[in-house]
């Protein structure tokens, strides 16, 4: 019996195999990804419930700022209306309503893409926001590649130039990431155009009108993030895998930009989504110095206006980007180092393998080819193991 039961198992010696069926399915690309779509799913969930607490939040906050929203409606609290038109703003807008129908009106209108008609401009906020966000994410993508630039640099510099260097970037950094956007963007104005004149104080339309905002929106982020790639660098710099390139004879340079940076860029990119947070925020002070048209200085005027169809499709446009954005970013993050994800996993996995999902290293008794943790093919059975 054991005999037959061996030989009728595919993989016994002598067995009759048989071929597979023409129909017979691959693992589909579905059945490949299926860990990265779970997570997908769970983001965008996560993506649902955070816009419907911004949108909740802000919609109660906004009710809290003093001041009658139908005067905002008439044209503001110097427009003199009387009561009958106060009245019959309210009817028309249900503001006449208890707040719990106005809000559960507000979903209703929110869950079909209707973000309402501004108070003050008489328009939709869909129009609104639609004139306005392109000019604010070239604002801040923009400084966004600024402040990466300057940071790499700053970080390269800092790191590969001896203990002065790294003392005068350190300091650069924290004084950059401490400094407020209204301080730096007062500076700029009085250095770059009042005393040298080679730039204009407020934004232009073209290129030349968006390199102060640009610059004032990246300097303070840049110091953020030459921190993070300045830790990053030294870490790498000093791990075991860039000390077993300079034994292979690859020069310092060679280990720095293939190795060094590359494991450097893992964390920057994780702080990109929140980069990218901080920058919409400080486009509100950039915009409103400089004059610049974009969300930032719609929304200010929508608070004090009270205008409250704004003031939340504004919000929930911008909270809506930066889930996207963060998305994109621990997508991308996952791509370069697909253990990332792995280590997210609950623990108790295969026998053999290492916390972090790196793959222990091969058995004794294992098949030949198997290579360790740091990817070195392990010595095979009977052949002495060499350290060096």
Do not use: C
Request: proline residues 7%; charged residues 15%.
């Amino acid at each position: 019996m054991t005999g037959d039961r061996a030989s009728a198992e595919p993989g016994a010696p002598g067995s009759l195999r048989t071929a597979p069926h023409p129909f017979t399915p691959h693992p589909s690309w579905l059945s490949r990804n299926a860990p990265l779509l779970r997570w997908l799913a769970l983001r965008l969930l996560g993506v649902v419930f955070v816009l419907w607490a911004v949108s909740t939040i802000t919609f109660f906050a906004i009710r809290l700022i003093p001041g009658d929203p139908a005067q905002a409606i008439l044209g503001g609290p110097g427009s003199q209306a009387s009561a009958d038109a106060l009245a019959a703003a309210r009817a028309e807008y249900g503001l006449d309503q208890p707040l719990v129908i106005q809000y559960l009106s507000f979903l209703g209108r929110l869950g079909v893409g209707d973000l309402g008609q501004s108070y003050a401009l008489h328009q939709s906020v869909a129009s609104v926001i639609a004139d306005n966000l392109l000019s604010t994410l070239t604002l801040a993508l923009a400084a966004l590649v600024v402040a990466v630039v300057i940071a790499l640099a700053l970080a390269a510099w800092s790191t590969r130039s001896g203990r002065a260097a790294a003392a005068i970037g350190s300091t650069l950094e924290v004084v950059g990431a401490a400094v407020p956007h209204f301080w730096l963007a007062i500076l700029a104005i009085l250095l770059f155009s009042t005393t040298l004149g080679v730039l204009p104080p407020v934004s232009v339309p073209g290129p030349v009108g968006l390199v102060l905002p640009t610059l004032v929106l990246a300097i303070p982020l840049a110091g953020f993030l030459g921190q993070v790639m300045r830790e990053g660098l030294l870490d790498s710099l000093s791990s075991p895998y860039a000390l077993s390139a300079r034994a292979r004879g690859e020069s310092e340079s060679g280990v720095f930009w293939r190795h060094a940076l590359k494991a450097a860029a893992i964390p920057a990119i994780g702080l990109t989504g929140w980069a990218f947070g901080s920058l919409i925020s400080g486009a509100v002070v950039v915009e409103t110095i400089f004059a610049r048209a974009g969300l930032g200085r719609s929304l200010l005027a929508a608070v004090q206006g009270r205008d409250v169809p704004l003031v939340v499709g504004i919000v929930i446009v911008v909270a809506l980007v930066y889930m996207i954005v963060t998305t994109v970013t621990d997508l991308a993050e996952r791509i370069i180092d697909p253990r990332i994800g792995r280590r997210n996993k609950a623990s108790g996995g295969r026998a053999g393998s290492t916390g972090g999902g790196r793959p222990g290293p091969a058995s004794s008794g294992g098949r030949a080819g198997r290579s360790d943790s740091r990817g070195n093919p392990a010595p095979a059975a009977g052949r002495p193991e060499v350290t060096l």
